[in-house]
């Protein structure tokens, strides 16, 4: 069973759309992320969320909302996309104070 | 802030040889964890390595252990007897233990570095 489980994998798209990202972690953990890689491969966290609560907020667009339905799963909906959306985003899960696990990751492409 | 920096974008080594990634961080915190990732061509980031702050000790899995330096704030990763299945980007990244909130404990990743193993 995978631990940390997102989907789609692949998701290409036109700008303007509005597209969603699920995720779901079997792991028990408390704690949930939502992080980008650019095309340079760089990685930096958007959101998490606690029991449902969310805790950061990393100067994402309002384009971006995160949702929580419960504390297994973590959801991105992304409005009017653009094409600097383009990236790969991952999902990841945490209990307090223990190791990040990340999801397989979501290849975004705006085009 | 806490910023992690990887100095060497890329690397090469020749199979079963070893080979030092190298990573530097900055905080002002006493307790902190430390770890390495790799990142395949497939994307996935896979956890190599951690390593708590208050633990003298360096952490070794397998073929892979660091060099903990906490006061000149260094944390390389060396990986011994390479192989081809280690191609990949390492990043290396950051992690406060002394979020204030569950939730408040983001991993601060560098740059990356790229390695390639030669056969």
């Known amino acids: 069973d995978t631990a940390v489980s997102q989907t789609p994998k692949y998701l290409v798209t036109q700008m303007g759309n509005d597209k969603s990202i699920k995720c779901e972690q079997n792991?028990?953990?408390?704690?949930m992320y939502w992080y980008k890689q650019d095309s340079k491969k760089f990685l930096k966290i958007m959101f998490s969320y606690n029991n449902k609560e969310l805790i950061i907020n990393e100067t994402v667009p309002n384009r971006f909302s995160p949702k929580s339905p419960d504390k297994a799963h973590l959801n991105l909906h992304i409005n009017s996309l653009e094409l600097g959306d383009s990236a790969v985003y991952f999902c990841?899960?945490?209990?307090?104070?223990?190791?990040?696990?990340f999801g397989e990751g979501s290849w975004l492409t705006v085009v | 802030a806490q910023t992690v920096t990887q100095s060497q974008p890329e690397m090469s080594v020749q199979e079963a040889e070893t080979v030092t990634l190298s990573c530097t961080y900055d905080t002002s915190e006493s307790d902190y964890y430390l770890f390495w990732y790799k990142q395949p061509p497939s994307r996935q980031m896979i956890l190599v390595i951690r390593?708590?702050?208050?633990?003298?000790q360096n952490a070794t899995e397998n073929r892979f252990s660091v060099n903990f330096q906490k006061a000149a704030k260094s944390f390389s990763l060396k990986i011994s007897d390479s192989q081809l299945g280690d191609a990949a980007m390492y990043f290396c990244a950051y992690r406060s233990a002394k979020g204030s909130n569950f939730g408040n404990e983001k991993l601060t990743f560098g740059t990356g570095t790229r390695l390639t193993i030669i056969p």
């Open positions: 990841a899960s945490s209990s307090y104070r223990n190791t990040i696990y």
């Open positions: 792991l028990g953990h408390d704690t």
């Open positions: 390593q708590e702050a208050y633990k003298q």
